[in-house]
């Protein structure tokens, strides 16, 4: 191991990370025909108890109204609750 690199406990791996979501919304929108990308997530500090979403995509606010890019932001939260940044 490198020793910049910071190594992750066994619980914590398999948890889903910021680049999965940014990757799996990109993928989405391009599938869509959507020239939308992207480029980081705004996960917050801690894992919700609730299990709602702790991330949310800055670069789409105000574009929540659209229907499309609603429904792909709703199918991500539903598919990736919790991540890590």
Not at 14 to 42: S, W, Y
Not at 60 to 76: M, P, Q, S, V
């Amino acid at each position: 191991m490198k020793s910049e690199e910071v190594p992750v406990s066994d619980d914590l791996q398999g948890i889903p990370t910021a680049a999965d979501v940014i990757a799996h919304l990109n993928e989405r929108f391009d599938k869509r025909g959507l020239a939308i990308r992207v480029t980081g997530i705004a996960v917050l500090p801690y894992v919700n108890p609730m299990w709602m979403s702790n991330w949310e995509a800055p670069e789409l606010a105000g574009l929540e109204n659209d229907e499309i890019i609603a429904e792909e932001l709703r199918e991500a939260r539903w598919e990736f609750p919790q991540i890590l940044d």
